[in-house]
């Protein structure tokens, strides 16, 4: 069993990277004391990570419909069939590299670029310092870290942009299909063992 961690801490957070114009949405969890840390503990993040997701868009839904002019529009779906993702565990040389900080990518998986890129752009008041500034707070909550044990799951692997319904493989939610326009998408779970958390972050966005 995976208990949520909502500190003060992750709503401030969540709150700062919102302001700033990151796309980033993420949980952070902790599994009871002797859980089996497997994979599919790494999947059951997930399911909480879309169960955020909807808590999220339900609310904005909710907001919504009191305006009259929108009073019937449906509530959101988000298709989520987490039994097909496919888990590509990371080598630790690859989670070295979501930590780097260089502005343009050079390799897959420097999730800064796209922490600090996103279609529409991000707006730090103090420039690049603290947009590093913010990103190593988040990594730091998340539990991603270069450290001996941690385990990062990528969940997206293989997938391709301009993904087309005809294509063989497609996503395994909808929720990826605007990412797959040209951005790009992430789906990753992280296990810190030092810290005992279970983290999962997910972005897709697009203009």
Request: hydrophobic share 40%; proline share 6%; glycine share 6%.
């Amino acid at each position: 069993m995976l208990q949520g961690i909502e500190q003060a801490h992750c709503a401030s957070l969540r709150n700062r990277m919102d302001a700033a114009g990151c796309v980033f949405e993420f949980v952070l969890l902790a599994p009871e004391a002797e859980t089996r840390v497997d994979e599919a503990l790494h999947r059951q993040a997930l399911q909480q990570l879309h169960e955020h997701l909807m808590h999220g868009q339900l609310e904005w839904h909710r907001a919504l419909i009191q305006n009259p002019e929108y009073a019937h529009r449906p509530p959101p779906s988000v298709t989520w069939e987490q039994h097909r993702a496919q888990a590509t565990p990371l080598a630790a040389e690859q989670v070295q590299r979501l930590l780097r900080v260089e502005e343009a990518p050079q390799e897959p998986l420097e999730l800064y670029h796209g922490f600090r890129r996103p279609p529409y752009g991000t707006r730090f008041k103090g420039g690049e310092e603290e947009a590093r500034a913010l990103f190593h707070e988040w990594c730091n909550l998340l539990g991603l870290e270069a450290a001996e044990g941690v385990q990062v799951i990528n969940w997206v692997d293989g997938f391709v942009l301009d993904w087309q319904d005809g294509d063989d493989n497609p996503p395994w939610s909808d929720y990826f299909a605007s990412g797959l326009e040209w951005w790009g998408i992430w789906c990753m779970t992280v296990w810190n063992p030092r810290r005992r958390t279970l983290s999962a972050l997910v972005a897709s966005a697009t203009d």
